[in-house]
T-cell receptor, first 117, second 116 residues
Framework: GAVVSQHPSWVICKSGTSVKIECRSLDFQATTMFWYRQFPKQSLMLMATSNEGSKATYEQGVEKDKFLINHASLTLSTLTVTSAHPEDSSFYIC?????????????FGEGSRLTVL | AQSVTQLDSQVPVFEEAPVELRCNYSSSVSVYLFWYVQYPNQGLQLLLKYLSGSTLVKGINGFEAEFNKSQTSFHLRKPSVHISDTAEYFCAVSDRSGGSNYKLTFGKGTLLTVNP
């Protein structure tokens, strides 16, 4: 199956700094990628939909200036958490769909655990 | 808009026992249905999916699920579980027509704990 890779898997940063998380589709082109956030023992909450070459579409309640999403190529999307604070600590997961052979399935990255001190 | 309800937040079972994880959905449009498994500190792995055709779907690791349109359900079953099946299981739906770019709406998850 298609492979989606996230980097870094773990990141610890100081409050006020910015952190970038990368999401790559390794063996397919992903025109659309999704970014999810997961709190401990909770479900995945969609943050934004990222389309290659255009601005991301954010879900209601997600601060677009805090969570910057860039999808500059068909294989790479990045999520930058700007001026991170402890409440931004979470597990961030990206997913992508494989086109043109789309089968309804989304492929997920391994996730990135962010801890803000 | 769609919503997914996973009726049990936790399901403890003994090894080699059968298990059923329940999932109901609500949608104004036709949907695709999925079950994903998540092991601690990892991403999601697809167990199985229903797109069309036979309502009984078989997936990896011996899991299967049955789509029941009249009851809007997609329950996950396994006849005999192993310790290694201990994980969080998520039911999810997406719009078949491609609305919202096929984004997934997830249930809250069911923690399956298999005890020896």
């Amino acid at each position: 199956g298609a492979v989606v890779s996230q980097h870094p898997s773990w990141v610890i940063c100081k409050s006020g700094t910015s952190v970038k998380i990368e999401c790559r589709s390794l063996d397919f082109q992903a025109t659309t990628m999704f970014w999810y956030r997961q709190f401990p023992k909770q479900s995945l909450m969609l943050m934004a939909t990222s389309n290659e070459g255009s601005k991301a579409t954010y879900e209601q309640g997600v601060e677009k200036d805090k969570f910057l999403i860039n999808h500059a190529s068909l294989t790479l999307s990045t999520l930058t958490v700007t001026s991170a604070h402890p409440e931004d600590s979470s597990f961030y997961i990206c997913s992508a769909r494989d086109l043109p052979s789309f089968t309804g399935e989304l492929f997920f990255g391994e996730g990135s655990r962010l801890t803000v001190l | 808009a769609q919503s997914v309800t996973q009726l049990d937040s936790q399901v403890p079972v003994f090894e080699e026992a059968p298990v059923e994880l329940r999932c109901n959905y609500s949608s104004s449009v036709s949907v695709y249905l999925f079950w994903y498994v998540q092991y601690p500190n990892q991403g999601l792995q697809l167990l199985l999916k229903y797109l069309s055709g036979s309502t009984l779907v078989k997936g990896i690791n011996g899991f299967e699920a049955e789509f029941n349109k009249s009851q809007t359900s997609f329950h996950l079953r396994k006849p005999s579980v192993h310790i290694s099946d201990t994980a969080e299981y998520f039911c999810a739906v997406s719009d078949r027509s491609g609305g919202s770019n096929y984004k997934l709406t997830f249930g809250k998850g069911t923690l399956l704990t298999v005890n020896p």
